[in-house]
């Protein structure tokens, strides 16, 4: 059984491609979207999803979100008694979402189809696939976030013989693909993107015109009290969608905040973000070679997607109003299903054929020769253009600088500068040659091979004497190889979870105590059903629990109307 | 086999007959499964698909596709989006009432390129490139992809054939804008890096921006100092400037080089190349130049003639004739004697670069460089039996082994090798070591004989082959390459 899964910034989801069509999982709380936030309590339990976001803003310290940007880096996050890497993060979340699925399905799971943003890069896809192996799944196929909303939106629709670009915009991260889709063949033509622009960075535009409003520097508010205020911006923002204006109003500590903004002020705050929105559209738009008009659709998918001011840059840029038929948070999920179900070879899906592409552009650094025949190195070579179909192999060839030299080292790069500078290096080949022959006869052919799973081979042969030399790009410096792996494997075993049968329970408990934290006023009637709800967990009387369980959350809910 | 043929389909096709046919095959040679195929079958398809848009009977039907990513980048545009129409059928009805106002269809008026750009570059000129960048994200026009593609083309086109002043902020935030700053993008990175080097200087070198010029050229005291340098550069080459200022060549070269960070060529056109020229070759210590002769001959006639005169104007003093003439023919001659030594050093430099080039640049005379340093020793033997133990008997060795050392040092593989300063000096003080250690010593100790001598440069010659022995090219096979 291999299962779809959308490993989002801020919410991930799970599910399969079942006997009538693709179908979603819910969490041990009943909700299709799991927070991607983990935490640990007191006692050192992981905490995964709503208890972990609720105990963002109580125990700050004790909690993690939006881990998914800091995939493919070395960035080690503090948890309790032990640092975490951010693929050991993404594990955990996997984990808790392959539970909610096994607790669905009855069986284990053992394979996955994980969504990524299409402008990914080499080491964030193997950060990813490595999370997967720390969840103790095996990752079937990397598919690429704007294709899978693609894959949902063509299963639903079937669009025959249409060209339609899909916008992205997620917590984290902001994907363009057009795609065309045709007898069953879905064609990715071109993918771009920003994998630090989304929903997050709204919310900090919002966040730093707040405080600038408030006189306040960015370091004046501790921790907890700062997580509260984000989370009232939230709300905030998602009202500014349908309201025109929003008016914040919380105490901070000894502050009182009272803070308003309308839609316009918020369009020019936002303004540089919708401008940055610009260019990977219209990437994808040249490198794809058509003009808005030749587009029959425009899908929007991500949550961050249902604000108007993200409609009406698309509407701006393309002169018609963006599609709406696929349901923004779970298009890619239930497109990482379809994906799943054609891995498994599913009978009904057999049909299908989806093509993609490499959405960077791979190469090796060159030097080249100035107007007075100087050499100068530093310059970016592109082998494999970005917005190749998959999988691709290119070759070209390329000749020692100077006469005499010994070898040439082939850098491999990925990236779109000129300057390899600004690129990424991915990899070296050393290709000794004969030093004794004139340059022009010192041809070195390399071949770059670039595969579905996104491993990038170089091949390269000496003309002169036929020798090759081969690399394979399979791990990256700065990510864990398969001893690592082990290791972290048996590590993250150790950990303490939450049985799934009290999770309601656990989340109920952080919730009121963000609720503590956030409303001052109601702190004594709180602390008093917490310690009601905790002597009753104490019974282990599942009746018991489960009726005060009941009663405690219809308490919160007075506090807080959903 | 026409690509059609391959998918079996006429060569009157259309479109849809062959998505359905790649379709169908796509579905036996699936990515995942056979990479080879399904490039084999990609590469067909993209053919094929342009022998289909080719076609004129199939134009009207094609006209609005343009998918496809097989062809190079960097290329135009494609060229059937001008004349793809708008889709009548879909898109009118989604389009909001809203929204009219700003529709994006090629506009009916032609927009003004010529004036967009003179307006950008006016702007760029500023030097404020976050203020451009804002500007040109403001305009409505550039929502319009098409429109957007060709000013920007426009745009870049004329900054290399104008070369206008811009600070290197504003070209990155046009390139940027305009999306033209990636490695596919097709422009020369080169040709960029060198029109970015020449409107920044042209910029920098504006009136109303020395102040920052100077900052820059960090030794630059004042902005007056730095204007008499421009001042100096921008006039036109005259040889009496030249004789006033033949003390100073390599301060102007230094100064032409921090101003041009290395590249004389980017100095805007009003500055006299001539005079550049010859500022820059005086200062060229690497090569033997008219400039560099004529600016040595100039200071060491200076020096001689000063020498002369205040030998007379002792004499004079002490007003004994024959004394100040023997003073001032003696002050004369020690400035001779400089000259000479200069000339000699002159020609040395070349000698020892020419002779220690690493074995596989391409060298005038190879068979001479590979075999200087032997032939030297020959001609001490020679030079030894006509004149024993005379002065040239002892410097050709000396030379020899000199020039052997050097080319042992020069060409020896590490990186580490010690600093080079002390071979500046070290020719003038190994001919008194030598004769120390030789000749005055021969009183004392019976000395040397004369081979034991030459076994020294011999031996750093033997020595430079075995280092180089992997890198020794057959000279003459190259040499019949060469013909």
Same mark, same amino acid.
């Given at each position: 059984?291999?299962?779809?899964?959308?490993?989002?910034?801020?919410?991930?989801?799970?599910?399969?491609?079942?006997?009538?069509?693709?179908?979603?999982?819910?969490?041990?709380?009943?909700?299709?979207?799991?927070?991607?936030?983990?935490?640990?309590?007191?006692?050192?339990?992981?905490?995964?999803?709503?208890?972990?976001?609720?105990?963002?803003?109580?125990?700050?310290?004790?909690?993690?979100?939006?881990?998914?940007?800091?995939?493919?880096?070395?960035?080690?996050?503090?948890?309790?008694?032990?640092?975490?890497?951010?693929?050991?993060?993404?594990?955990?979340?996997?984990?808790?979402?392959?539970?909610?699925?096994?607790?669905?399905?009855?069986?284990?799971?053992?394979?996955?189809?994980?969504?990524?943003?299409?402008?990914?890069?080499?080491?964030?896809?193997?950060?990813?696939?490595?999370?997967?192996?720390?969840?103790?799944?095996?990752?079937?196929?990397?598919?690429?976030?704007?294709?899978?909303?693609?894959?949902?939106?063509?299963?639903?629709?079937?669009?025959?013989?249409?060209?339609?670009?899909?916008?992205?915009?997620?917590?984290?991260?902001?994907?363009?693909?057009?795609?065309?889709?045709?007898?069953?063949?879905?064609?990715?033509?071109?993918?771009?993107?920003?994998?630090?622009?989304?929903?997050?960075?709204?919310?900090?535009?919002?966040?730093?015109?707040?405080?600038?409003?408030?006189?306040?520097?960015?370091?004046?508010?501790?921790?907890?009290?700062?997580?509260?205020?984000?989370?009232?911006?939230?709300?905030?923002?998602?009202?500014?969608?349908?309201?025109?204006?929003?008016?914040?109003?919380?105490?901070?500590?000894?502050?009182?905040?009272?803070?308003?903004?309308?839609?316009?002020?918020?369009?020019?705050?936002?303004?540089?973000?919708?401008?940055?929105?610009?260019?990977?559209?219209?990437?994808?738009?040249?490198?794809?070679?058509?003009?808005?008009?030749?587009?029959?659709?425009?899908?929007?998918?991500?949550?961050?997607?249902?604000?108007?001011?993200?409609?009406?840059?698309?509407?701006?840029?393309?002169?018609?109003?963006?599609?709406?038929?696929?349901?923004?948070?779970?298009?890619?999920?239930?497109?990482?299903?379809?994906?799943?179900?054609?891995?498994?070879?599913?009978?009904?899906?057999?049909?299908?054929?989806?093509?993609?592409?490499?959405?960077?552009?791979?190469?090796?650094?060159?030097?080249?020769?100035?107007?007075?025949?100087?050499?100068?190195?530093?310059?970016?070579?592109?082998?494999?253009?970005?917005?190749?179909?998959?999988?691709?192999?290119?070759?070209?060839?390329?000749?020692?600088?100077?006469?005499?030299?010994?070898?040439?080292?082939?850098?491999?790069?990925?990236?779109?500068?000129?300057?390899?500078?600004?690129?990424?290096?991915?990899?070296?080949?050393?290709?000794?040659?004969?030093?004794?022959?004139?340059?022009?006869?010192?041809?070195?052919?390399?071949?770059?091979?670039?595969?579905?799973?996104?491993?990038?081979?170089?091949?390269?042969?000496?003309?002169?004497?036929?020798?090759?030399?081969?690399?394979?790009?399979?791990?990256?410096?700065?990510?864990?190889?398969?001893?690592?792996?082990?290791?972290?494997?048996?590590?993250?075993?150790?950990?303490?979870?939450?049985?799934?049968?009290?999770?309601?329970?656990?989340?109920?408990?952080?919730?009121?105590?963000?609720?503590?934290?956030?409303?001052?006023?109601?702190?004594?009637?709180?602390?008093?059903?917490?310690?009601?709800?905790?002597?009753?967990?104490?019974?282990?009387?599942?009746?018991?629990?489960?009726?005060?369980?009941?009663?405690?959350?219809?308490?919160?809910?007075?506090?807080?109307?959903? | 086999?026409?690509?059609?043929?391959?998918?079996?389909?006429?060569?009157?096709?259309?479109?849809?007959?062959?998505?359905?046919?790649?379709?169908?095959?796509?579905?036996?040679?699936?990515?995942?499964?056979?990479?080879?195929?399904?490039?084999?079958?990609?590469?067909?398809?993209?053919?094929?698909?342009?022998?289909?848009?080719?076609?004129?009977?199939?134009?009207?039907?094609?006209?609005?596709?343009?998918?496809?990513?097989?062809?190079?980048?960097?290329?135009?545009?494609?060229?059937?989006?001008? #004349?793809?129409?708008? $889709?009548?059928?879909?898109?009118? !009805?989604? =389009? %909001? &009432? @809203?929204?009219?106002?700003?529709? *994006? +269809?090629?506009?009916?008026?032609?927009?003004?390129?010529?004036?967009?750009?003179?307006?950008?570059?006016?702007?760029?000129?500023?030097?404020?490139?976050?203020?451009?960048?804002?500007?040109?994200?403001?305009?409505?026009?550039?929502?319009?992809?098409?429109?957007?593609?060709?000013?920007?083309? #426009?745009?870049?086109? $004329?900054?290399?054939?104008?070369? !206008?002043? =811009? %600070? &290197? @902020?504003?070209?990155?935030?046009? *390139? +940027?804008?305009?999306?033209?700053?990636?490695?596919?993008?097709?422009?020369?990175?080169?040709?960029?890096?060198?029109?970015?080097?020449?409107?920044?200087?042209?910029?920098?070198?504006?009136?109303?921006?020395?102040?920052?010029?100077?900052?820059?050229?960090?030794?630059?005291?004042?902005?007056?100092?730095?204007?008499?340098?421009?001042?100096?550069?921008?006039?036109?080459?005259?040889?009496?400037?030249?004789?006033?200022?033949?003390?100073?060549?390599?301060?102007?070269?230094?100064?032409?080089?921090?101003?041009?960070?290395?590249?004389?060529?980017?100095?805007?056109?009003?500055?006299?190349?001539?005079?550049?020229?010859?500022?820059?070759?005086?200062?060229?210590?690497?090569?033997?130049?008219?400039?560099?002769?004529?600016?040595?001959?100039?200071?060491?006639?200076?020096?001689?003639?000063?020498?002369?005169?205040?030998?007379?104007?002792?004499?004079?003093?002490?007003?004994?004739?024959?004394?100040?003439?023997?003073?001032?023919?003696?002050?004369?001659?020690?400035?001779?004697?400089?000259?000479?030594?200069?000339?000699?050093?002159?020609?040395?430099?070349?000698?020892?670069?020419?002779?220690?080039?690493?074995?596989?640049?391409?060298?005038?005379?190879?068979?001479?460089?590979?075999?200087?340093?032997?032939?030297?020793?020959?001609?001490?033997?020679?030079?030894?039996?006509?004149?024993?133990?005379?002065?040239?008997?002892?410097?050709?060795?000396?030379?020899?082994?000199?020039?052997?050392?050097?080319?042992?040092?020069?060409?020896?593989?590490?990186?580490?090798?010690?600093?080079?300063?002390?071979?500046?000096?070290?020719?003038?003080?190994?001919?008194?070591?030598?004769?120390?250690?030789?000749?005055?010593?021969?009183?004392?100790?019976?000395?040397?004989?004369?081979?034991?001598?030459?076994?020294?440069?011999?031996?750093?010659?033997?020595?430079?082959?075995?280092?180089?022995?992997?890198?020794?090219?057959?000279?003459?096979?190259?040499?019949?390459?060469?013909?």
């Amino acid at each position: 059984m291999i299962v779809g899964i959308d490993l989002g910034t801020t919410h991930s989801l799970i599910g399969i491609y079942a006997d009538d069509g693709p179908r979603l999982f819910p969490n041990p709380l009943g909700d299709l979207l799991t927070p991607s936030v983990v935490g640990v309590d007191d006692d050192g339990h992981v905490l995964v999803g709503q208890a972990a976001r609720d105990r963002m803003v109580s125990h700050p310290q004790q909690a993690v979100a939006a881990f998914k940007r800091w995939m493919g880096t070395d960035r080690e996050t503090r948890l309790g008694r032990r640092t975490f890497r951010p693929e050991e993060l993404s594990a955990l979340v996997l984990r808790a979402l392959v539970a909610d699925a096994e607790a669905a399905l009855g069986g284990r799971v053992a394979e996955a189809v994980i969504s990524v943003p299409a402008y990914f890069s080499d080491a964030q896809r193997k950060a990813t696939r490595a999370a997967g192996e720390l969840a103790g799944i095996r990752v079937e196929r990397l598919i690429n976030e704007p294709t899978a909303a693609a894959l949902a939106y063509g299963l639903q629709e079937r669009p025959d013989g249409s060209r339609f670009l899909v916008f992205d915009l997620g917590g984290g991260t902001f994907d363009v693909s057009v795609l065309e889709m045709f007898e069953g063949v879905v064609e990715v033509h071109a993918s771009a993107g920003d994998n630090f622009l989304g929903g997050e960075d709204f919310l900090d535009a919002l966040e730093a015109a707040c405080l600038a409003d408030l006189g306040l520097a960015p370091d004046a508010l501790d921790a907890p009290q700062r997580g509260q205020l984000r989370r009232r911006l939230e709300t905030a923002k998602r009202a500014l969608s349908s309201e025109e204006e929003v008016r914040v109003e919380c105490r901070l500590g000894e502050r009182a905040i009272d803070w308003r903004i309308d839609q316009q002020r918020f369009a020019h705050l936002v303004e540089p973000l919708l401008q940055r929105m610009r260019a990977p559209l219209e990437r994808a738009m040249r490198d794809a070679r058509l003009q808005p008009e030749q587009l029959d659709e425009i899908v929007l998918v991500g949550g961050a997607s249902r604000m108007p001011l993200v409609a009406r840059l698309v509407s701006r840029m393309f002169g018609r109003l963006p599609l709406r038929h696929v349901h923004p948070d779970q298009a890619i999920a239930l497109g990482a299903c379809v994906a799943a179900g054609m891995k498994a070879r599913d009978r009904r899906l057999e049909e299908m054929v989806l093509t993609d592409v490499c959405p960077y552009t791979l190469g090796t650094e060159v030097a080249r020769r100035d107007e007075q025949g100087r050499p100068q190195s530093g310059f970016f070579h592109p082998i494999i253009q970005r917005n190749s179909v998959v999988p691709t192999s290119r070759e070209d060839t390329f000749w020692p600088v100077q006469p005499g030299q010994s070898g040439i080292v082939l850098q491999v790069y990925q990236g779109e500068s000129p300057l390899v500078a600004n690129n990424i290096k991915l990899g070296e080949l050393k290709v000794p040659v004969d030093p004794r022959l004139p340059p022009e006869q010192n041809a070195v052919d390399v071949r770059f091979t670039y595969d579905v799973n996104g491993v990038l081979q170089v091949e390269a042969a000496v003309r002169a004497t036929g020798k090759r030399h081969e690399l394979v790009l399979e791990r990256n410096p700065g990510l864990l190889d398969p001893r690592q792996i082990r290791e972290r494997l048996a590590a993250l075993a150790e950990l303490k979870v939450h049985p799934r049968a009290k999770q309601e329970n656990v989340a109920l408990l952080a919730r009121a105590e963000r609720l503590y934290e956030e409303h001052l006023h109601a702190r004594e009637q709180l602390q008093q059903w917490i310690a009601r709800f905790r002597a009753a967990l104490e019974t282990q009387d599942e009746l018991l629990i489960r009726e005060h369980r009941r009663e405690f959350g219809a308490a919160l809910d007075t506090l807080e109307p959903a | 086999m026409s690509p059609l043929e391959w998918f079996g389909l006429g060569g009157d096709a259309d479109e849809r007959a062959l998505k359905r046919a790649y379709a169908q095959r796509l579905r036996r040679t699936r990515p995942e499964d056979d990479p080879e195929g399904f490039q084999q079958l990609h590469a067909m398809y993209q053919r094929a698909l342009a022998q289909c848009r080719r076609n004129p009977a199939l134009a009207p039907a094609s006209a609005g596709d343009g998918g496809g990513n097989g062809g190079p980048a960097g290329d135009a545009p494609p060229a059937a989006a001008a #004349a793809a129409p708008p $889709r009548a059928d879909g898109a009118a !009805p989604r =389009m %909001p &009432a @809203a929204m009219a106002g700003t529709d *994006l +269809r090629p506009p009916a008026v032609r927009f003004d390129l010529d004036g967009f750009c003179t307006q950008a570059i006016d702007r760029a000129a500023s030097g404020d490139a976050d203020a451009l960048g804002r500007w040109l994200q403001a305009r409505p026009e550039f929502w319009s992809l098409q429109l957007k593609t060709e000013a920007g083309r #426009a745009l870049v086109q $004329r900054l290399y054939r104008e070369r !206008p002043p =811009m %600070p &290197a @902020a504003c070209l990155d935030a046009i *390139l +940027r804008f305009f999306d033209l700053h990636h490695a596919t993008a097709g422009h020369d990175p080169l040709a960029l890096q060198r029109l970015e080097r020449h409107m920044q200087l042209a910029w920098e070198l504006q009136p109303a921006h020395r102040a920052a010029l100077c900052a820059r050229l960090r030794p630059m005291p004042t902005v007056r100092t730095l204007d008499r340098q421009l001042a100096l550069l921008e006039a036109p080459f005259r040889w009496s400037r030249v004789i006033a200022l033949a003390v100073f060549p390599a301060r102007i070269a230094m100064f032409v080089n921090t101003l041009t960070r290395g590249h004389p060529e980017d100095l805007p056109e009003r500055f006299d190349r001539r005079a550049i020229r010859f500022w820059l070759d005086a200062a060229d210590r690497t090569r033997i130049t008219r400039a560099r002769l004529l600016m040595g001959g100039i200071r060491w006639l200076a020096a001689t003639l000063l020498g002369a005169l205040l030998g007379c104007a002792i004499a004079w003093l002490d007003a004994d004739p024959a004394e100040a003439g023997r003073l001032a023919l003696g002050l004369g001659a020690v400035g001779f004697t400089m000259g000479l030594c200069w000339l000699a050093w002159m020609a040395y430099q070349p000698l020892d670069r020419w002779h220690g080039l690493p074995e596989h640049v391409a060298v005038r005379w190879p068979w001479l460089n590979l075999l200087l340093v032997p032939l030297l020793c020959g001609l001490g033997l020679g030079v030894n039996a006509l004149l024993p133990h005379s002065v040239l008997a002892l410097v050709v060795p000396v030379v020899a082994a000199w020039l052997a050392i050097r080319r042992c040092w020069r060409r020896f593989p590490s990186q580490r090798r010690p600093h080079a300063a002390i071979f500046r000096v070290a020719p003038f003080l190994i001919y008194p070591l030598a004769r120390v250690l030789f000749v005055d010593a021969d009183d004392v100790r019976g000395g040397f004989a004369y081979w034991q001598i030459l076994t020294v440069p011999m031996l750093a010659w033997g020595l430079d082959l075995w280092f180089q022995r992997a890198h020794l090219r057959v000279r003459s096979r190259t040499a019949a390459q060469a013909d």
